[in-house]
């Protein structure tokens, strides 16, 4: 083989797969657990806290994630807050993720029949009770597949933590690629390198969704 290969771009590269691996899955995690409570902050907190939960929304949907990344790791420094680069990047991939994920969960909360929360209420459960034990647990369900695809795109935009110094997968090989002129090569195989974790975590969301699915609850094929 190739010493460009086995001598060059494949260290640097699995270096660069571990990196990703250390931004990716505690953002995923951080990322659902947000989006589950600002999502229930949405639909049943007072006015004033789905007013301060529908700002905090808009925000991180509307500003792109570069932007974002840029503020956390080079504005912060300016009013006494620094941020290592990966702290920058698990912080601003959790951030953007939860509220992706709080529209989800939203919808599915709203998609529970009243009806359930009168029976509830009925039963002498308080309305923290109901929504922790009546309400999040089918929400949950049915926003899996929405936060799954969430989690999804994490993966993929994790490559822009190298825009901030926190050298994961893309910037491995943009470094190898800068030094060698072998482009084409350098992220090839840093694009299977991404399908390959993409079909893990899909084939993994998948798993996690049959183990929860219960027969006559929607439809689901194996």
Request: aromatic share 12%; with cysteine; proline share 4%.
């Amino acid at each position: 083989m190739d010493p460009f290969y086995t001598e060059q771009l494949l260290p640097a590269v699995n270096r660069g797969l571990l990196m990703s691996v250390v931004l990716i899955i505690p953002s995923a995690i951080m990322g659902q657990l947000l989006g589950i409570a600002v999502g229930c902050c949405r639909v049943f907190g007072n006015r004033l806290v789905q007013k301060l939960m529908d700002f905090y929304t808009s925000l991180f949907r509307g500003v792109p994630l570069m932007v974002q990344l840029f503020i956390l790791y080079y504005g912060l420094p300016k009013i006494g807050i620094y941020l290592e680069p990966a702290e920058a990047a698990i912080l601003g991939f959790t951030l953007c993720s939860g509220a992706y994920n709080s529209e989800y969960v939203r919808g599915a909360l709203l998609s529970i029949r009243e009806g359930q929360l009168k029976a509830a209420a009925a039963l002498g459960m308080s309305k923290f009770q109901t929504v922790l034990w009546i309400v999040v647990p089918q929400a949950f369900r049915r926003a899996l597949p929405g936060c799954g695809n969430e989690v999804i795109y994490l993966i993929k935009y994790s490559s822009l933590a190298y825009i901030i110094t926190c050298i994961e997968l893309t910037g491995e090989a943009r470094g190898i690629a800068a030094q060698t002129f072998r482009f084409t090569e350098a992220f090839m195989v840093v694009g299977a390198y991404y399908l390959f974790l993409v079909t893990i975590a899909g084939w993994l969301l998948k798993k996690f969704e049959q183990r929860l699915h219960i027969p006559g609850f929607g439809v689901l094929k194996g």
